[in-house]
């Protein structure tokens, strides 16, 4: 079965510095990656997703997330975070079935920026 | 374009009593999903629907749970009757056939008192 486990559970980072945020994922294929973000109140929203190619991937608000096959880890970073960052970020993995598809996620990082 | 859309927004009731939650996927999607979101288990999926059909309902947590698609676009997830432990925040998405990306709606958050 898959799982995705995201190790912090909560990170605080000052305004301006540079953020990490660890996924790992148990998977027997290769695998479809996704990172979500969930601000206060709200629905989740895509960032990026990785399915095949480079495994650099840009996203949304300036992140980006780098593909690592042999650590299987897919981590979010952002260069320079700024308040609006503050939100909830999970990570999630997919599998493509012959009828749909299903993703399972971590249990999500939450990220308070200090001003 | 209109996203997903979910009612109510917010929900509080009585124990005992029947909760319906409603979701509106986007057009032309063919993949529905139902998530559960609290603070103990995190975000589970419930069930979810592919052309209107259930494909895997393994995540409803008991008999007290039912979600129908009567068409592409309208779904209902009932709890009857409901209990305290179900208070949470219930998310619909809905999928492209054949991709992978979910889009979620902005949730009902419900409280059973």
């Known amino acids: 079965a898959q799982s995705v486990t995201q190790p912090d559970i909560h990170i605080t980072v000052s305004e301006g510095a540079s953020l990490e945020l660890r996924c790992n994922y148990s998977?027997?294929?290769?695998?479809?990656l996704f990172w979500y973000v969930q601000s206060p109140g709200q629905g989740l929203q895509l960032l990026l997703k990785?399915?095949?190619?480079?495994?650099l991937v840009q996203g949304i608000k300036g992140f980006e997330a780098e593909f690592k096959r042999s650590q299987s880890s897919f981590n979010l970073r952002k260069p320079s975070v700024h308040w609006s960052d503050a939100a909830e970020y999970f990570c999630?993995?997919?599998?493509?079935?012959?009828?749909?598809?299903?993703?399972?996620f971590g249990g999500g990082t939450r990220v308070l920026v200090k001003p | 374009d209109a996203g997903v859309i979910q009612s109510p927004r917010h929900e509080v009731t009585e124990m005992g009593q029947e909760v319906t939650l409603r979701c509106k996927p986007i057009?032309?999607?063919?993949?529905l999903f139902w998530y559960r979101q609290t603070m103990m288990r995190g975000l589970e999926l419930l069930i979810y629907?592919?052309?209107?059909?259930?494909?895997?309902d393994s995540g409803m947590p008991e008999d007290r749970f039912s979600a129908k698609m009567p068409n592409a676009s309208f779904s209902t997830l009932k709890i009857q009757p409901s209990e305290p432990r179900d208070s949470a925040v219930y998310f619909c998405?809905?999928?492209?056939?054949?991709?992978?990306?979910?889009?979620f709606g902005p949730g009902t958050r419900l409280l059973v008192l």
């Open positions: 998405a809905s999928s492209p056939d054949g991709q992978e990306t979910q889009y």
């Open positions: 998977y027997g294929a290769t695998p479809y």
């Open positions: 990785y399915f095949s190619g480079d495994t």
């Open positions: 999630a993995v997919g599998m493509i079935k012959a009828a749909g598809n299903k993703l399972t």
């Open positions: 057009s032309g999607h063919n993949s």
């Open positions: 629907f592919n052309n209107n059909v259930p494909i895997d």
